[in-house]
């Protein structure tokens, strides 16, 4: 200990990683300090059928939250899987410092191994172990999940395309069965993050039956994410800004909705040679689960689509058009341009590139999604990447020959003042228009209003602008309402070089940033 802590020397860092290294070298198993165990009151081989299923679920619980917050919720999980014909032994793990990642996988293991020595002691029998997490206790276990017979995600998800701040894990590639459950209201995890989910279980090769049963991606309606324990949010978590949304629903109700999802998982997973016994439905859970499966897809589907690449290109080329004053739907004989959006991969190739004209009239936009630039207004970012769009300005569209028809009514159409704060408020309401009803209603209800200030145009020079946010804070005087503002440039068709004449740079706020708004 003396050596490591002489050689740590002053820096903070070094000092914790001395420290840890110490407990994991020195540190010994109490089982009956890192376990809640929670025998099953039926065991293996009940009255039911003598083929009655069993398992042992270890649970492990989210940062800064002791193993008690958590026993409501699984004895409701215990007493659902009971009345469902099987019999769940729970072993709730403490983690040291309640932090989940603090220690890695080899507390993780001491974890499991308590659980399973609680379950010896107590002469609980079981076939099958599977993983339980909640929040980022889930997130800790994953490295060891996959040794055991089913891994289930409770109010994170997987970051299955890398979009977000932490490291990608990819839920189709994942060797073991997977349920993931997040609430509607879950205000610390973006619900909106499970379309990445359901993205990359489409490159499967599987029918939706068999990825419902396998791979249920399944969003709560009604629950938040303290709900998925005993409904608090830890003094750790608001010293850091998180806070949860109301939840729709009593705690006790949201426990029911978890173990029912949780218990029909568990019975798939659980079923042997088809066996069914007066309670043991596996076939009716795998039903339920495919049915939660697509409610949440089909919740997610406008989403998704206003997402989708496709989607975005339409409406770039769609903006690039009402920038030159010629409408989608309104062309009225005059030349419509074929616009292209050129989409970079880093900041710096967008940096050098230029928005063109090419011989045909073809406009070609330049576009980069920058995600260290999602909208964020607290801990969890907007999963959507704000969007920097490089167009020609009208004024040079209608200096090339393919443009005539257009120029010679230019003053009846001119466009040349069009703001970016013009196209978000209408980007903005178009959106509000078209989605549900009841999410409208809520919205204008509940949700926090958004005014559209007057572009920021103080920047010269390119890098500058591409650095600069979208910005989205809260208004001085209202607190309800939050101010957006993009950063724009505008160059004169008679710039030198000539190569940085007539051109329009926006940030702008996309459609799939409106409608996750």
């Given at each position: 200990?003396?050596?490591?802590?002489?050689?740590?020397?002053?820096?903070?860092?070094?000092?914790?990683?001395?420290?840890?290294?110490?407990?994991?070298?020195?540190?010994?198993?109490?089982?009956?300090?890192?376990?809640?165990?929670l025998?099953?009151?039926?065991?293996?081989?009940?009255?039911?059928?003598?083929?009655?299923?069993?398992?042992?679920?270890?649970f492990?619980?989210?940062?800064?939250?002791?193993?008690?917050?958590?026993?409501?919720?699984?004895?409701?999980?215990?007493?659902?899987?009971?009345?469902?014909?099987?019999?769940?032994?729970?072993?709730?793990?403490?983690?040291?410092?309640?932090?989940?990642?603090?220690?890695?996988?080899?507390?993780?293991?001491?974890?499991?191994?308590?659980?399973?020595?609680?379950?010896?002691?107590?002469?609980?029998?079981?076939?099958?172990?599977?993983?339980?997490?909640?929040?980022?206790?889930?997130?800790?276990?994953?490295?060891?999940?996959?040794?055991?017979?089913?891994?289930?995600?409770?109010?994170?998800?997987?970051?299955?395309?890398?979009?977000?701040?932490?490291?990608?894990?990819?839920?189709?590639?994942?060797?073991?069965?997977?349920?993931?459950?997040?609430?509607?209201?879950?205000?610390?995890?973006?619900?909106?993050?499970?379309?990445d989910?359901?993205?990359?279980?489409?490159?499967?090769?599987?029918?939706?039956?068999?990825?419902?049963?396998?791979?249920?991606?399944?969003?709560?309606?009604?629950?938040?994410?303290?709900?998925?324990?005993?409904?608090?949010?830890?003094?750790?978590?608001?010293?850091?800004?998180?806070?949860?949304?109301?939840?729709?629903?009593?705690?006790?109700e949201?426990?029911t909705r978890?173990?029912?999802?949780?218990?029909?998982?568990?019975?798939?997973?659980?079923?042997?040679d088809?066996?069914?016994?007066?309670?043991?439905?596996?076939?009716?859970?795998?039903?339920?689960?495919?049915?939660?499966f697509?409610?949440?897809?089909?919740?997610?589907?406008?989403?998704?689509?206003?997402?989708?690449?496709?989607?975005?290109?339409?409406?770039?080329a769609?903006?690039?058009?009402?920038?030159?004053?010629?409408?989608?739907?309104?062309?009225?004989?005059?030349?419509?341009?074929?616009v292209?959006?050129?989409?970079?991969?880093?900041?710096?190739?967008?940096?050098?590139?230029?928005?063109?004209?090419?011989?045909?009239?073809?406009?070609?936009?330049?576009?980069?999604?920058?995600?260290?630039?999602?909208?964020?207004?607290?801990?969890?970012?907007?999963?959507?990447?704000?969007?920097?769009?490089?167009?020609?300005?009208?004024?040079?569209?209608?200096?090339?020959?393919?443009?005539?028809?257009?120029?010679?009514?230019?003053k009846?159409?001119?466009?040349?003042?069009?703001?970016?704060?013009?196209?978000?408020?209408?980007?903005?309401?178009?959106?509000?228009?078209?989605?549900?009803?009841?999410?409208?209603?809520?919205?204008?209800?509940?949700?926090?209003?958004?005014?559209?200030?007057?572009?920021?145009?103080?920047?010269?020079?390119?890098?500058?602008?591409?650095?600069?946010?979208?910005?989205?804070?809260?208004?001085?005087?209202?607190?309800?309402?939050?101010?957006?503002?993009?950063?724009?440039?505008?160059?004169?068709?008679?710039?030198?070089?000539?190569?940085?004449?007539?051109?329009?740079?926006?940030?702008?706020?996309?459609?799939?940033?409106?409608?996750?708004?």
């Amino acid at each position: 200990a003396a050596v490591l802590l002489a050689t740590a020397g002053c820096f903070p860092m070094r000092m914790a990683r001395a420290y840890k290294h110490l407990v994991r070298m020195y540190r010994k198993p109490k089982v009956s300090k890192y376990v809640k165990f929670l025998p099953a009151k039926t065991q293996l081989g009940g009255s039911d059928n003598a083929k009655s299923p069993s398992a042992l679920l270890v649970f492990l619980p989210g940062y800064k939250k002791e193993p008690e917050t958590y026993e409501s919720l699984c004895q409701t999980i215990q007493r659902v899987a009971e009345n469902s014909g099987m019999s769940l032994h729970i072993g709730i793990g403490k983690f040291c410092k309640n932090m989940p990642v603090y220690l890695g996988s080899e507390e993780i293991n001491d974890i499991i191994d308590g659980v399973k020595l609680r379950a010896k002691e107590t002469g609980s029998q079981f076939e099958k172990v599977f993983l339980c997490g909640h929040s980022a206790g889930s997130f800790a276990a994953f490295e060891q999940a996959h040794k055991y017979d089913g891994f289930i995600h409770l109010g994170c998800t997987w970051n299955s395309k890398g979009n977000l701040r932490w490291a990608g894990r990819s839920i189709h590639s994942f060797p073991r069965p997977t349920l993931t459950v997040v609430g509607e209201r879950d205000g610390f995890v973006r619900p909106f993050a499970l379309c990445d989910e359901l993205d990359d279980l489409e490159s499967l090769d599987m029918n939706e039956s068999e990825t419902s049963k396998y791979k249920p991606v399944i969003q709560l309606p009604g629950v938040n994410h303290m709900q998925m324990g005993d409904g608090v949010v830890s003094p750790y978590a608001l010293s850091t800004g998180r806070r949860d949304f109301e939840a729709d629903i009593p705690i006790e109700e949201a426990w029911t909705r978890v173990g029912e999802v949780v218990s029909d998982f568990l019975a798939v997973h659980l079923d042997k040679d088809g066996a069914e016994g007066q309670l043991f439905r596996p076939e009716q859970a795998a039903r339920r689960l495919q049915q939660k499966f697509q409610m949440t897809k089909n919740y997610f589907e406008a989403y998704r689509d206003i997402r989708s690449r496709r989607h975005l290109n339409e409406f770039i080329a769609e903006v690039q058009r009402k920038i030159l004053g010629v409408k989608n739907d309104q062309a009225d004989g005059k030349f419509m341009p074929r616009v292209v959006t050129w989409w970079h991969n880093t900041k710096d190739d967008f940096i050098y590139s230029k928005p063109t004209i090419e011989p045909d009239g073809s406009l070609f936009v330049q576009g980069y999604e920058d995600r260290d630039m999602q909208i964020r207004t607290g801990p969890a970012a907007q999963i959507v990447a704000t969007c920097a769009l490089k167009f020609k300005s009208r004024e040079a569209i209608l200096e090339h020959e393919a443009y005539a028809s257009t120029k010679a009514d230019s003053k009846e159409t001119s466009q040349s003042s069009l703001s970016a704060a013009q196209i978000n408020e209408e980007t903005f309401e178009a959106v509000l228009r078209n989605v549900t009803s009841e999410q409208r209603e809520r919205f204008l209800k509940e949700g926090t209003k958004l005014r559209f200030l007057p572009d920021r145009t103080e920047w010269k020079e390119g890098p500058d602008w591409v650095n600069a946010p979208l910005e989205v804070t809260r208004d001085s005087s209202d607190p309800k309402v939050m101010n957006v503002r993009s950063p724009t440039i505008r160059t004169a068709v008679d710039l030198k070089p000539a190569r940085f004449a007539g051109m329009t740079y926006m940030k702008l706020l996309m459609p799939a940033q409106a409608y996750e708004w």
